[in-house]
């Protein structure tokens, strides 16, 4: 089992729709880290967090330490967050999750 | 803004061929990384470095070396490239906290023939 899984692996949705990602871990972090990489392979942090909730724009992401768990949520989607979204945590380094492949139709 | 580079986006390699793919970075950070990226397996640590001339071991270092002479440039190297390195190669950069955040390069995709 990986110590970083996230669900769903694939996501299609029209543009308008609220978005969410889940992200699970089995291991004990200082921090979360929600990335965004688009085609062609440059990877993008988005948030970095260690409790709570955080918000940019449309996007915002809450992690649970309690339940190991955090979901990143885009509002009002649009094509042009079409990406993958990839969760990963800190440990003695960064464990990644195998990402979650985000098309949004317009 | 924090800029990683990387000396190519693409590159095609012959089975056999010493290959270096290079890193630089111009914030200062002490820590600096090598992954791999490959379809369903995610982002996987090679190498890291977390001062000049330190090196340490990632989950696959297998038919990899790394050096780093200075505190900005972070070098992967495959000693004799096969085919099952073609990837893509993705290098970052950190502050030392665990609260720092990682900055990526923009990506090297390797095919090797």
């Known amino acids: 089992k990986n110590e970083v899984e996230q669900s769903p692996q694939n996501l299609t949705a029209q543009e308008g729709e609220f978005i969410t990602i889940n992200c699970s871990y089995s291991v004990g972090i200082s921090a979360l880290h929600w990335l965004q990489q688009h085609p062609g392979g440059g990877i993008v942090s988005l948030f970095m967090l260690s409790s709570g909730k955080k918000k940019h724009g449309r996007l915002i992401a809450t992690i649970n330490i309690q339940e190991k768990h955090s979901s990143l949520h885009i509002t009002a989607s649009h094509p042009r967050d079409s990406a993958v979204y990839i969760c990963a945590v800190t440990t003695k380094k960064l464990v990644f999750g195998q990402g979650t492949r985000l098309t949004i139709n317009p | 803004d924090v800029k990683v580079t990387q000396s190519s986006r693409y590159l095609v390699k012959r089975t056999g061929e010493k290959v270096f793919l290079e890193c630089v970075q111009d914030?200062?950070?002490?820590?600096m990384f090598w992954y791999r990226q490959d379809p369903g397996l995610g982002l996987r640590l090679i190498y890291f470095s977390y001062d000049v001339k330190m090196k340490e071991k990632g989950d696959i270092p297998e038919g990899y070396s790394v050096s780093r002479e200075k505190k900005e440039r972070f070098s992967l190297i495959l000693e004799s490239a096969s085919t099952n390195q073609t990837s893509m190669y993705l290098c970052?950069?950190?502050?030392?906290?665990?609260?720092?955040?990682?900055?990526f390069g923009p990506g090297t995709r390797l095919t090797v023939l």
């Open positions: 914030m200062d950070h002490e820590n």
């Open positions: 970052a950069s950190s502050g030392t906290s665990p609260y720092n955040e990682q900055f």
